[in-house]
């Protein structure tokens, strides 16, 4: 399972806290990308990055905030004003250029009580 | 933007018979159009992928047509086995051609349960 990591693999956090979900890889992509996935609802975009220092919002990205201040690294913080963030997320990346294959990471599940 | 509708939800086969999975698009500029297995507690993987100027493609028992007229896509499996049983989702990009390259948008996704 190498070339792109997510940590933790559980987290559980307490309602009105901010969290921040990391995503690694070494694949050498310059796109990276975050999706939620829900029950019987597929992946939806919540924010992606096509190069370093710039990342665009996604279809649901209210809540939620990124950084990409590094090629290898795309951590994504839920923050408090994010109203039902239980879910499962993952993190994928690809080249650019394309559009071509996304390879995701092994995803983390966030509960919040 | 893009809508992708994936259907069936559920699907349930026989070892050895052949299932089917159909998605529609709604964005006529959309040229990318892969699918994702995911087992149950893993990422998804890419099995396989078309784009718009090819009609269809096949890789052992796996097939994947594209009727761009239609704005539809649908992925065969053929000589189902058990470990076929998964999510499947297929997906379209947003805005092909344009800035927004990997953008891809979901269906909301197959499980095929194959029994022995």
């Known amino acids: 399972d190498g070339g792109i990591t997510q940590s933790p693999k559980y987290l559980f956090r307490k309602e009105g806290q901010n969290v921040t979900l990391s995503c690694e890889q070494n694949l050498n992509h310059d796109a990276m990308y975050w999706y939620r996935q829900d029950p019987g609802q597929g992946l939806r975009l919540i924010y992606y990055s096509q190069i370093v220092n710039d990342f665009q919002k996604g279809d649901i990205a209210e809540g939620y905030s990124v950084s990409r201040e590094k090629k290898e690294s795309f951590p994504l913080t839920v923050t408090s004003a994010q109203k039902n963030p239980t879910a499962f997320y993952l993190c994928a990346s690809s080249i650019t250029g394309g559009p071509y294959e996304q390879y995701f990471g092994p995803g983390t599940r966030l509960t919040v009580t | ?116």
Do not use: M
């Open chain 2, 1 to 116: 933007g893009e809508n992708v509708e994936q259907h069936p939800s559920t699907l349930s086969v026989q070892e050895g018979d052949s299932a089917v999975i159909k998605c529609t698009y709604s964005d006529s500029a959309s040229n990318y159009f892969p699918w994702y297995k995911q087992e149950l507690g893993k990422r998804p993987q890419l099995i396989i992928d078309i784009r718009s100027n090819v009609g269809e493609k096949k890789d052992q028992r796996i097939a994947v047509t594209l009727n761009k007229t239609a704005k539809h896509f649908s992925l065969h499996i053929t000589e189902t086995q058990p470990e076929d049983s998964a999510v499947y989702f297929c997906a379209a990009t947003a805005n092909a051609g344009g800035t927004s390259y990997g953008k891809l948008t979901f269906g909301q996704g197959t499980i095929l349960t194959v029994h022995p």
